[in-house]
């Protein structure tokens, strides 16, 4: 599923070396609306620190440094900020959010639940044994969660957000729309193309490192589509480095 990749119709300007629009699926839709539901702190730790715009990278670096006396709850506390549980199903191209890691699973995948050894209260913890917050004693007795809300928050991520039977159109700076034959016509000519023979189409696969390519792209210009997919024909005309690319003013 991580792995699975989404194909792409784009309508280029050969000449301009610009994309015009993508047609695209519903699971292209999906997973660029699902954007918006990514913590910050997600989105850091996606673009790695160099590539994180502004200065999120230093305010991650910072809780990554900060010694354990000065938290609360060291192991939980830094989780929590530097792996927030996001919303992200594998299937939306982006790498799985880790919130899972911490909880150990049953055979059934639901997580392990404990309880403090004497029951001396209903408190329960993911976290084997945690200190039990009333006797202190280890929170290492095992007690089942049924009935868990995993299952239907998968069927509801399967289903994802849009529509399947429909086409979109997305433009090159994210403007997404459901597809139509006469808003196409009107689209190429809002482009004012001056040469209709230097449109050409091109099918282009969006995978993992183009989902996050395109996560960091469109935290930093108007021309995402452009950037990422067109960007190693850049690179090869003009003869310049990767960064001079990303650093231009179109992006
Ligand atoms: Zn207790």
Partial sequence: MASSKVSLKLLIDAKEDRVLFAEAS?????FLFN??????????????????VGCLAKLYESIENLSDVYLNNPEQDRNTLLRPSAPLASGYLLPAANDDDHHDTNSSGTPNLYMCTSRCNYAVTYVKDMACPSCRRRMSYAVQLVGNDKKVAEDSSAKGFVKGVVTYTVM???????MSAISIVTLISKFKVKDVSSLQERVVELGMEEGIKLLKASLQ???VLTSVFLEKDNIKKQGISQEIVLESETC
Avoid: Q, S, W
Avoid at 26 to 30: R, Y
Avoid at 172 to 178: S, Y
């Fill in 26 to 30: 519903k699971e292209f839709i999906d």
């Fill in 35 to 52: 954007l918006l539901r990514l913590p910050v702190g997600t989105v850091t730790r996606l673009l790695t620190k160099n590539a994180m």
């Fill in 172 to 178: 090159d700076d994210l403007e997404v729309r459901p």
């Fill in 221 to 223: 210009c108007k021309n």
